[in-house]
């Protein structure tokens, strides 16, 4: 079982920059792949970014391409992610989910949200014009 907490959300003007932060704890001496969703009112849960458990290799969904970059850090046993967000743009606005899933390939970069266990409580990005 692993327990997500994110942070770092709140309210910025457009063309702004915002850094989440999202706390893993539990069993995390395994390999996990992990993951950023974003969900807007009265739209489907979106894909935003995701890194591998190794070599931090990411991927990034189109919107967000050349504004984001997702990070990763294990130091002392503690696993946490991050995602640093510039050029906001109103459109950026929704809750933002952080995702793990265990992989057996520390290579592996998972973008569907159906291959996450587990999941964060969110934090609202606000991202006004």
């Known amino acids: 079982q692993v327990q997500l907490v994110e942070s770092g959300g709140g309210f910025v003007q457009a063309g702004g920059s915002l850094r989440l932060s999202c706390a893993a704890s539990?069993?995390?001496?395994?390999?996990?792949?992990m993951g950023w969703f974003r969900q807007a009112p009265g739209k489907e849960r979106e894909f935003v970014a995701a890194i591998s458990w190794s070599n931090g290799l990411t991927q990034y969904g189109d919107s967000v391409k050349g504004r984001f970059a997702m990070s990763m850090s294990r130091d002392n046993g503690n696993l946490a992610v991050f995602l640093q967000m510039d050029s906001l743009k109103p459109e950026d606005t929704a809750t933002y989910y952080c995702a793990a899933n265990r992989v057996r390939s520390v290579l592996a970069v998972l973008r569907e949200e159906n291959e996450y266990d587990y999941w964060g409580q969110g934090t609202q990005v606000t991202v006004s014009s």
């Open positions: 539990g069993r995390t001496s395994s390999a996990y792949a």
